[in-house]
Every structure is written in C-alpha cells, then in structure tokens.
C-alpha cells in the first residue's frame, strides 16, 4: 500500500511539506482508537530473540529510527506503535533555531537517496523537553544534542552541557553530535583534541548525575583510517560508551543522479543506499581495530533485512533506519525483524 498508493502522493510534495505532513498525519490518525489498533497489529513483532542489552539498556528489538525524522520529540509513541525498538530524538539545540533556509532537503531517486542541509532546524531542547514529560509509552529513547549555529567552537562544550542537563532525565541515552555537515565548522570538533575536550566535559557532567546515561558519539562516513584510529583511541581513553556509524556523507562519487542535477542542488549530506557501503567499512573498522572494545550502533543505507544483518556481522550491535523508511515504507521495520529472527534460525 505504501508503495503503490502513499508513497506516489507523498512524492509529489516537496520533500520537507511531505516531512511535517507525515509527522502530523501519524500524531493525528496513530491517536483515533480504530487506527492506532489497527497499526499496532498490524506493525507489532516481538520475539524474546530479538531482544538485545547494549551499553547497560534493554531494548526490545534491534532496530531503532535514527535522529533527524523526530527531531523535536513530537511523534515517540507513534513510533513505538510502528515497532521500534528505540527511538533517537534531535539533533536538539539550547535555543531554538530556524536551520538553513529552504529548499534544504532533496530527493535523489535514481540512487534512493537524500540530500539535505537542515542545519539542525529543531524548537530547542526545552520545548522537547515539556513533550518527553507527556509521552506515554516505554519505548528507548535517544537524546541527540548539537550546539547552536552562533556558538562559536570555542564555546561549543557549554551547548552540549545545556542539553544534556535539560535532557537528563527524560531520556536513556545521549549521542554527541559532531558530524553533520550542515552546521558551519562542526565537522572540526571531530579533530582529536577538540573531541577528547568536549567528549570528557559531557562524560564529567554525566557522572555527576545520581544515574548517569549512555554516551555514545555520532561519526561521519568521510573520516580517514587514521582518523577513525583517533576516534577508537577517545573513545577508550574517555570510556564513553559507545558511536554511531554514520551520519549523512559529502562524498557525491558513488551517485548516479546526474552531476548537473546533484551541482544544482548544492551542499548537504547524501543519505540512503549509496551510504551503505561506507558505513558497513566503518562499522567493520572500528570494532575489528578496536576488538569489539565498545558497542557500535549501525546506520546508513538499510532498505531490508539483508542490509541490517551485513551491519550487525560487520560488528554493530544495533542498527537505525531513517532514508530506508522514505523509500520503502514504514513495514520496513516488521520486515527487517522478521529477517532477523529467520537468520538467527538457520
């Protein structure tokens, strides 16, 4: 049905009407009595097998909605109807802020990917924070955190320490995110140094709290081997938690969208199939260089079953979908479990 009837409709809007049409057509229909029955039985799998423990969380299934889809924490419980097994708000901000200006997120097609350069558009961390206190239901929830656009990266620590104060107790979970593209000179807190400041100043302020949360650090796809030695050498000396493998790409080689086409479009970073590749490399680098040293969360390119099992052999623990949902619709999720638990059978 998605594919024959939703997806069409959905695809003649631009691709961020289409976004916030979606958002508020699940808080909506998702709520009427008849349909949430509806979703819930015709979404739910769970199985004993499916369950996993990772960094000290018990999560029902391995499959969880990467951040960016809800960003501002308005559609939890409708996820969790759609079966998954955690959920990833953000990237939120102290301050609210507008983003970049649109058009700012594009459809690719022919490659079933997207661009976008959002530029961690979100209606701050304390607005999330008043829905976070109303939602209902127990699925896992992620705390993606960003600084504001104007916080220069001297002062960067500071934003990151603002949401996670604000966030603490209505979340399970926090990723630090330093690897979008979209926000001018964040890429550069990915440097060893800046990152090893602003990764222990997080790990102190969490463990001050009665119950400390999960850190775990979102990465981009484009970074070196060496840099990816980097990343595994922080990670063990800051003993956060884990990371995220990977965020959106720069690289535009492996598209088949024509480049005039691509050109037009301008910056961003490119998500969906063609990010699945790169992504399972740096899964496999870091656990195989680290020896499973910590748990991996896999992302990038996952459009069915076969695709999140190659991340959970290349060493993820988890794995999240976003772009695959786009393009294949929401029983995607249902699909991919039930991958699972025939692999897991063989």
């Avoid at 769970?46 to 909605?65: A, C, S, Y």
């Avoid at 708000?89 to 997207?114: C, S, V, Y």
């Avoid at 127990?138 to 996670?164: F, Q, S």
């Avoid at 052999?313 to 988890?318: D, I, T, V």
Wanted: proline letters at 5%.
């Amino acid at each position: 049905m998605y594919k024959s009837l939703l997806k069409p409709l959905f695809f003649l809007k631009k691709p961020e009407d289409a976004h916030h049409f979606t958002v508020d057509l699940t808080k909506f229909s998702f709520n009427l009595p008849i349909i949430g029955s509806i979703v819930k039985s015709t979404f739910a799998l769970e199985d004993q097998r499916l369950e996993r423990e990772v960094f000290g969380l018990k999560f029902k299934n391995p499959v969880g909605l990467a951040a960016g889809f809800d960003k501002d924490a308005k559609v939890i419980d409708e996820m969790a109807m759609l079966g998954f097994g955690f959920v990833e708000i953000g990237t939120l901000t102290p301050k609210p802020q507008e983003g970049n200006p649109q058009p700012r997120l594009f459809r690719l097609p022919e490659d079933e990917a997207l661009i976008n350069r959002m530029g961690f558009n979100n209606g701050g961390v304390h607005e999330a924070v008043k829905r976070l206190k109303k939602r209902k239901s127990t699925v896992l929830v992620g705390g993606n955190i960003g600084k504001n656009k104007a916080t220069p990266n001297e002062n960067a620590v500071d934003d990151y320490l603002i949401c996670l104060e604000a966030l603490h107790d209505y979340v399970d979970y926090f990723v630090v995110n330093v690897s979008s593209p979209n926000t001018p000179n964040l890429r550069d807190l990915q440097e060893k140094e800046p990152l090893k400041a602003l990764l222990q100043a997080v790990k102190h302020a969490n463990e001050l709290k009665p119950k400390p949360k999960p850190i775990l650090l979102k990465i981009a796809p484009d970074l070196t081997d060496g840099q990816l030695d980097d990343i595994i050498e922080i990670v063990q000396e800051t003993k956060i938690d884990g990371v995220i493998a990977t965020n959106t790409t720069i690289d535009r080689s492996q598209l088949s969208t024509s480049a005039e086409e691509v050109e037009a479009i301008g910056a961003g970073g490119v998500s969906g199939k063609v990010l699945a590749k790169r992504s399972t490399e740096v899964i496999r680098y870091l656990s195989d260089k680290s020896n499973k040293a910590f748990p991996i969360i896999g992302v990038g390119g996952i459009f069915s079953a076969a695709d999140a099992i190659e991340k959970l052999e290349a060493g993820a623990s988890l794995i999240q979908v976003y772009s695959g949902m786009i393009y294949e619709g929401p029983s995607l999720i249902k699909k991919i479990k039930k991958g699972l638990l025939a692999h897991f059978s063989q």
